[in-house]
């Protein structure tokens, strides 16, 4: 193997090596989320997981990098599949769409998802196969895609209310300027266009 042979074999590999080290750093990071339920009874089952910062960092683009969740999860096992409804409460951080300052929003959801033995099957709307030799199920990803479900395209919260505990009160008072003097110049064009006679 001479030297342009050589390197064109590690560039080959390169991208499986990493995307397997990815993949062991997710399973190495993310065990606290793997249910074994090939060993439970039919029946409810009742579980509490906690989401934080080092949970986000799995999951690269990500539109939450930085927040805190409690994941309330009833698992119904039944023979042939199982049911889960789960409850997110928490908040994330993000930049304010209104005052670009750091803040911090709440944010709530619940989802139901059933899981169902098939192989080669694709998955449906809240619907996930999985192998039926399965013995354990990773509900990261399911818990991730939840948290993603339930956040607003917008980041804003009530600032007001929390007496500006983390929003920018001094932008949010410029803008409040801003439309006010907008709807004032809005008012004055109306008037202006009301005295016009059409008729003459
Ligand atoms: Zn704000």
Redesign the pocket.
Known sequence: MNISRHRLFYLSILPTFALHLKMLRFMDTLVEYIIPHKGLSDGMHSYRFEVNDTFFENFESSLIQKGFFVVDLQLEKTPTMLILNMHIDGTYQAV?D??V?D?QVPLQGSRSVMIKYADDAEDEDEIIFISPLEHQVNLANIIHETIMLAKPIANLKD?EAEDYKD??EAI?DKLDDDLQQEQAQGNSTWDALKNINFES
């Open positions: 304010c209104r005052c300052a803040i600032c929003c920018d949010l």
